[in-house]
């Protein structure tokens, strides 16, 4: 018979550990992250409500639309200033959404870090030579990290 | 690779958790952290969770032995969050694996809670046979010496 009979003590990472694990199996991926002076609901409430808040920081992204959920699934499609739309499936949790199309993939993550949240976020394209844009890409998400922090703070009030 | 690591993280947060305890979220991080980047390299899709076993196990051992200068939680103190079941008897649970050496926690873990022989327990560790008996055989007279009324 087991000499271990109770429940056993297990770890749980946060959305931000989690995110730079998942960074970690996408090589071409532009990686940030920063703890931004603004509570959690302040930064969720806008990162988290894709279609109204993702156009105010992301600085690509003109529209997005949620055409199906099922639970934490989403079917979302995406416009950007380019015109281009792309289509794409997401997961969206507290703290926590991940969107994966066929060429790319985009991710956002938030824990509470005392009175202000810590915030990471990726972008990776699949296509030859993308790798190249990650300096451009990680210096446009410090930017979008700015506005991100100006909006939360604000939100609610 | 997100369906993946939803898989994947209360696996390791199992085992890290009982062989690391308050580093348990560290070398759980370490631990998948790893799994990600090495994640091309595996050649048999059904050899998995025993690959990502086998590195949970070493780095949780790795991560208790490390001096983190941070005091043991003493009996009564709080259950992490995220036991399952009984907080009670999370925490009596939690209280008698501080008692134990990483290595002993580690052995428990595979033999008690994945049910793995003293052969694979013994390649896992890097030890001898004869020494995950050994191990097994003083954590196990722990559990029993506690749980007894």
Same mark, same amino acid.
């Given at each position: 018979?087991?000499?271990?009979?109770?429940?056993?003590?297990?770890?749980?990472l946060? =959305?931000?550990?989690?995110?730079?694990?998942?960074?970690?199996?996408? =090589?071409?991926?532009?990686?940030?992250?920063?703890?931004?002076?603004?509570?959690?609901?302040?930064?969720?409430?806008?990162?988290?409500?894709?279609?109204?808040?993702?156009?105010?920081?992301?600085?690509?992204?003109?529209?997005l639309? &949620?055409?199906?959920?099922?639970?934490?699934?989403?079917?979302?499609? &995406?416009?950007?200033?380019?015109?281009i739309?792309?289509?794409?499936?997401?997961?969206?949790? =507290?703290?926590?959404?991940?969107?994966?199309?066929?060429?790319?993939?985009?991710?956002?993550?938030?824990a509470?870090?005392?009175?202000?949240?810590?915030?990471?976020?990726?972008?990776?394209?699949?296509? =030859?030579?993308?790798?190249?844009l990650?300096?451009?890409?990680?210096?446009?998400?410090?930017?979008?990290?700015?506005?991100?922090?100006?909006?939360?703070?604000?939100?609610?009030? | 690779?997100?369906?993946?690591?939803?898989?994947?993280?209360?696996?390791?947060?199992?085992?890290?958790?009982?062989?690391?305890?308050?580093?348990?979220?560290?070398?759980?991080?370490?631990?998948?952290?790893? #799994?990600f980047?090495?994640? !091309?390299?595996? !050649?048999?899709?059904?050899?998995?969770?025993?690959?990502?076993?086998?590195?949970?196990?070493?780095?949780?051992? !790795?991560?208790?032995?490390?001096?983190?200068?941070?005091?043991?939680?003493?009996?009564?103190?709080?259950?992490?969050? /995220?036991a399952? /079941?009984?907080?009670?008897?999370?925490?009596d #649970?939690?209280?008698?694996?501080?008692?134990?050496?990483?290595?002993?926690?580690?052995?428990? #873990?595979?033999?008690?809670?994945?049910?793995?022989?003293?052969?694979?327990?013994?390649?896992?560790?890097?030890?001898?046979?004869?020494?995950?008996?050994?191990?097994?055989h003083?954590?196990?007279?722990?559990?029993?010496?506690e749980?007894?009324?």
């Open positions: 018979m087991s000499a271990m009979t109770g429940p056993w003590p297990a770890a749980e946060d =959305p931000v550990r989690r995110m730079r694990i998942l960074v970690a199996g996408l =090589p071409h991926a532009a990686f940030r992250e920063r703890v931004l002076d603004a509570p959690f609901d302040g930064v969720w409430g806008i990162a988290g409500d894709l279609e109204h808040g993702t156009p105010q920081w992301k600085q690509d992204v003109a529209a639309a &949620i055409l199906e959920r099922d639970d934490d699934r989403l079917g979302v499609e &995406i416009r950007s200033y380019f015109g739309r792309v289509r794409v499936h997401a997961v969206l949790r =507290p703290g926590w959404c991940v969107m994966q199309g066929r060429i790319f993939a985009v991710g956002m993550a938030a509470p870090e005392g009175e202000r949240t810590r915030f990471a976020h990726f972008e990776a394209v699949r296509l =030859p030579g993308t790798g190249l990650q300096p451009l890409l990680r210096h446009r998400i410090h930017h979008e990290f700015e506005t991100l922090e100006r909006l939360a703070q604000r939100h609610g009030r | 690779m997100s369906q993946l690591l939803d898989a994947l993280a209360p696996y390791v947060g199992r085992i890290c958790g009982a062989i690391a305890l308050d580093a348990g979220d560290d070398a759980a991080q370490e631990t998948l952290l790893t #799994v980047r090495r994640l !091309r390299s595996l !050649r048999d899709a059904d050899a998995l969770h025993a690959w990502v076993r086998t590195i949970a196990v070493r780095e949780a051992v !790795r991560a208790a032995r490390a001096p983190t200068g941070a005091p043991i939680a003493p009996p009564g103190d709080e259950v992490r969050p /995220g399952p /079941g009984d907080p009670e008897v999370a925490g #649970v939690r209280r008698v694996l501080e008692r134990l050496s990483p290595d002993q926690r580690a052995i428990l #873990v595979l033999r008690d809670l994945y049910d793995l022989d003293e052969t694979e327990a013994a390649r896992i560790l890097g030890v001898a046979r004869g020494t995950v008996k050994s191990r097994l003083r954590a196990r007279a722990v559990f029993r010496r749980w007894t009324p």
